[in-house]
């Protein structure tokens, strides 16, 4: 088996706007994902991580490019057979039920019916949905059509999960849940590629992410090397003597909840010596952190970066 899952090299997909006129969704992308990873491939909107998906189960065709999938060509149907797809906004012939769907896909990869209800009722309690099975889909909620295209991506067993967005229009709560399920698909050796526009909340579930932006992978690494931001760290900490409290605030930027002050430092010796005086004047430290970067900044700073190239 090849070490990667996925590979893909100088990728190009232009759309024609209008005539004489084109424009770039993805512009020599190149990405490489091992086996058995959960990669993170974060952005904001229209930076071409739906694209890339796309073209990944030959929805649209590329450009020019070349990608592999576990070694092999993506265009051979075996090798398309080895992967699950989710896509953005997932869209079901609604008079099924959601145990009818997941036959019927599972008859559509030649799957055995024997071997799909096994599966089908597998991935129904994996997904939390076994008590929703024969509810017809026009009845199910937004976070229902998630869970259920979830399965459905399973039902052929896939090797390679693409999941683009699969957070979307979900709440906070039930976002939890949908990380926990890509979580446990992970932990079962499944290669999960998705994509996100939430960055912290994402990241903190893969193994890898990579920043797209404008059609080309700006950044990438494991989620804390990404986000770190120089030399700046963090010190939160509880202290009672406001004397002591207001210097800090008078030389460092800082905020304060519920009794914990938190203070922004340049560097590691501000840090030591700022946590030196806390501890000589009776405070207590809390934990120390690196300053991070939000997404905002990052995209900022993509976007300072190509107007200088």
């Not at 952005?43 to 092999?72: E, R, Y």
């Not at 799957?111 to 949905?129: D, F, I, W, Y």
């Not at 990241?203 to 090397?225: F, M």
């Not at 760290?233 to 210097?247: A, W």
Request: with cysteine; net charge positive.
């Amino acid at each position: 088996m090849s070490d990667f899952a996925l590979q893909v090299e100088n990728l190009t997909k232009e759309y024609r706007i209008r005539k004489g006129e084109r424009v770039r969704a993805l512009d020599s992308f190149s990405l490489q994902v091992n086996t058995g990873t959960t990669f993170g491939l974060l952005g904001p909107p229209g930076a071409g991580k739906s694209t890339l998906l796309k073209i990944l189960v030959g929805l649209i065709k590329p450009t020019k490019g070349k990608t592999l999938i576990f070694g092999k060509e993506q265009r051979d149907w075996r090798t398309r057979a080895r992967i699950g797809f989710l896509p953005e906004r997932p869209c079901f012939y609604d008079f099924l039920t959601g145990e009818e769907l997941l036959l019927h896909t599972g008859k559509f990869f030649g799957v055995p019916l024997e071997e799909s209800n096994k599966r089908a009722e597998e991935l129904l309690s994996l997904v939390g949905l076994e008590g929703a099975k024969g509810r017809k889909l026009r009845d199910y909620s937004r976070e229902m059509l998630q869970r259920i295209g979830i399965a459905r991506a399973l039902i052929n067993d896939p090797d390679l999960l693409l999941l683009d967005e699969p957070e979307a229009g979900i709440d906070p709560r039930n976002q939890k849940e949908i990380r926990s399920i890509i979580t446990a698909l992970s932990n079962r050796g499944k290669t999960v590629l998705l994509t996100s526009s939430q960055l912290i909340e994402t990241g903190n579930i893969c193994d890898c992410v990579a920043i797209l932006y404008q059609g080309k992978v700006t950044r990438k690494g494991k989620l804390k090397d990404l986000l770190k931001k120089g030399e700046g760290k963090k010190v939160t900490f509880r202290i009672e003597r406001r004397s002591v409290l207001n210097t800090i605030k008078a030389s460092y930027r800082s905020e304060e909840t519920n009794g914990k002050i938190t203070v922004h430092v340049p560097h590691q010796k501000a840090c030591d010596e700022i946590i030196s005086t806390i501890l000589s004047k009776g405070g207590s430290i809390i934990k120390v952190e690196d300053e991070q970067l939000s997404l905002e900044e990052i995209y900022q700073e993509e976007t300072v970066r190509e107007t200088h190239v």
